[in-house]
T-cell receptor
Framework: DGGITQSPKYLFRKEGQNVTLSCEQNLNHDAMYWYRQDPGQGLRLIYYSQIVNDFQKGDIAEGYSVSREKKESFPLTVTSAQKNPTAFYLC????????????FGNGTRLTVT | AQKITQTQPGMFVQEKEAVTLDCTYDTSDPSYGLFWYKQPSSGEMIFLIYQGSYDQQNATEGRYSLNFQKARKSANLVISASQLGDSAMYFCAMREVTVQGGSEKLVFGKGTKLTVNP
């Protein structure tokens, strides 16, 4: 079955450590996205990528970094510079076309203490 | 400025009744798209329905329909015959094309928590 895989589902880290969240898709989608979700805030866009080796900052990119070396993969690194990293992180991909919806992974819940 | 506004933080509905979840948007782009997603407590995001700005008819998908009022810039989701399994967060989102490079992204509202009572 085609889909998006995020791993791990739960992640715990100590403050000051960088952590990388994995996102893999086998839908052959060109575009991939990372969103952050906090209670009462909805989904906020961190980074997105339309093609391999290219990506753009979203609304809350500070303290995060990404890479897009392969079409299937779009890992997100939460750096120690991110002031409030504890959140639910959702990866998504999308086909070309105006009416194409985002397809989401099941998310990674990151807790930093 | 907020581009997608969902004014109802929480809504309650009796099982088998219909419910309307509000969504207003702000854009100057004549070509845009509006999406609704459902997020159960498990956290997955489920795509429900899409409405394009040039679509003549209101979108429908099973028990879901969109009340699209372009002049008012509103795209309210109507769920008919509510079921207990409809209890979830519901998000409205708008496709936005960035000025630089023509990249497309989806901007989300803050969501409405729907509770269906038996």
């Amino acid at each position: 079955d085609g889909g998006i895989t995020q791993s791990p589902k739960y992640l715990f880290r100590k403050e000051g450590q960088n952590v990388t969240l994995s996102c893999e898709q086998n839908l052959n989608h060109d575009a991939m996205y990372w969103y952050r979700q906090d209670p009462g805030q909805g989904l906020r866009l961190i980074y997105y990528s339309q093609i391999v080796n290219d990506f753009q900052k979203g609304d809350i990119a500070e303290g995060y970094s990404v890479s897009r070396e392969k079409k299937e993969s779009f890992p997100l690194t939460v750096t120690s510079a991110q002031k409030n990293p504890t959140a639910f992180y959702l990866c998504a991909s999308r086909n070309r076309g105006r009416n194409s919806p985002l397809h989401f992974g099941n998310g990674t819940r990151l807790t930093v203490t | 400025a907020q581009k997608i506004t969902q004014t109802q933080p929480g809504m309650f509905v009796q099982e088998k009744e219909a419910v309307t979840l509000d969504c207003t948007y702000d854009t100057s782009d004549p070509s845009y798209g509006l999406f609704w997603y459902k997020q159960p407590s498990s956290g997955e995001m489920i795509f429900l329905i899409y409405q394009g700005s040039y679509d003549q008819q209101n979108a429908t998908e099973g028990r879901y329909s969109l009340n699209f009022q372009k002049a008012r810039k509103s795209a309210n989701l109507v769920i008919s015959a509510s079921q207990l399994g409809d209890s979830a967060m519901y998000f409205c989102a708008m496709r936005e094309v960035t000025v630089q490079g023509g990249s497309e992204k989806l901007v989300f509202g803050k969501g409405t928590k729907l509770t269906v009572n038996p």
